[in-house]
């Protein structure tokens, strides 16, 4: 299945699947525009709307039946941590979320997806709308879901990700075209915007399933992360579309699949584990950069320097009248006259108890 554009009814084919075999689910179901004719631009030209069968359901309870259907097929495909990402507009993002909470799925955090190019009101009657919104909610409260920090923080140049994104529409080269030099799908997502969810919240080997696959942005993207993707779509144009474009694409190299960790998943390590495996030793000093202060290791893991004492966050922060202060990079030991930072201890214990955890143990 995997790796795969599966033809059919998207909540059909999600019930035959196994319980509990998805990672991460990336739906863009239908926005249920509900439009009333043509829209035409100020000279009279008709713009390319989304009004395809799909899109088009005869009554918001229908709409809700259909939602509600797809979902609960979503949520057992889930494994206990996964998570589930959702899209619309203003015409049904509200219904989504509503019975996303019904369903028992957890919200974690909404996104505003606000478009660099939004195409313009061409009536003049209402605010250009210039956005989308994304849902992201864990399967249910407890679930351990993934979220990579510190690799979003990365991509945003060093600075906490927020929740308003700035990504253009899919546009040029991107857009797919079919064999009239007309959209292939009206809809079609940027590839930056898939990027970043799947960067966000996956693992490299993850699963991650797109039950309203259209042109495969998520299974391409999937693809070049080094993800596995299952696909779903009915429409046999799309399908054609989407399997040419993932054919096209390349997996980048495992190096370049590597993100920044999380420093809160990694194991943690008290100073005083370094103290009692002899690593450092009672009595020994520590300095700070340019040994501007020193203190000393004492048995029970703490220090004492200028007659504070405290744990090696409290002392540096003591000493140099901050209100707090990482002890692990703050503190060096002097070996071969050298200066070294203790954290390079803290990661050796690290490495051990991962090579511990290990299936080979």
């Given amino acids: 299945m995997l790796a795969h554009i599966l033809p059919g009814d998207c909540i059909e084919v999600m019930n035959s699947l196994p319980a509990g075999s998805v990672d991460l689910i990336f739906a863009d179901p239908p926005y249920n525009l509900q439009l009333k004719g043509n829209l035409?631009?100020?000279?009279?030209?008709?713009?390319?709307?989304?009004d395809d069968h799909w899109d088009q359901f005869a009554s918001f309870a229908t709409y809700d039946s259909f939602t509600r259907d797809w979902l609960a097929a979503a949520k057992r495909l889930l494994k206990p941590n996964g998570a589930i990402w959702v899209i619309g507009s203003y015409h049904n993002i509200f219904r989504l979320g509503a019975i996303l909470q019904d369903q028992g799925f957890w919200l974690l955090n909404d996104v505003v997806w606000r478009k660099s190019n939004p195409m313009p009101n061409f009536r003049g009657k209402r605010l250009t709308n210039a956005h989308e919104t994304l849902?992201?909610?864990?399967?249910?409260?407890?679930a351990k879901y993934t979220f990579n920090y510190e690799a979003l923080k990365a991509l945003n140049d060093g600075i906490q990700m927020r929740s308003d994104w700035v990504i253009p529409l899919c546009t040029g080269h991107e857009r797919l075209k079919d064999a009239n030099g007309d959209k292939a799908h009206p809809t079609q997502k940027p590839e930056a915007l898939l990027h970043r969810v799947i960067v966000a919240t996956t693992s490299p080997g993850d699963v991650i399933l797109d039950p309203f696959f259209g042109t495969g942005t998520t299974g391409a993207v999937a693809k070049m992360l080094g993800r596995d993707f299952i696909g779903i779509e009915r429409e046999e144009a799309y399908r054609q579309a989407?399997?040419?474009?993932i054919d096209r694409v390349r997996r980048?190299?495992?190096?370049?699949?590597?993100?920044?960790?999380s420093k809160r998943a990694e194991p943690r390590v008290p100073f005083g584990q370094v103290v009692e495996r002899g690593m450092l030793r009672p009595g020994e000093e520590l300095f700070s950069l340019g040994n501007r202060h020193k203190a000393k290791v004492r048995a029970d893991g703490t220090l004492i320097g200028n007659d504070v004492k405290g744990s090696i966050h409290q002392v540096g922060a003591a000493l140099e009248g901050a209100p707090s202060c990482n002890g692990w990079t703050y503190w060096h030991f002097k070996r071969d006259g050298k200066m070294v930072p203790i954290d390079i201890l803290r990661q050796q214990i690290r490495a051990e108890m991962e090579a511990s955890d290990s299936p080979a143990h």
């Fill in 40 to 50: 035409h631009r100020p000279d009279n030209s008709l713009v390319d709307a989304v």
């Fill in 135 to 142: 849902i992201w909610a864990s399967r249910d409260e407890a």
């Fill in 242 to 245: 989407a399997q040419t474009r």
């Fill in 252 to 261: 980048f190299d495992a190096s370049a699949l590597e993100i920044t960790g």
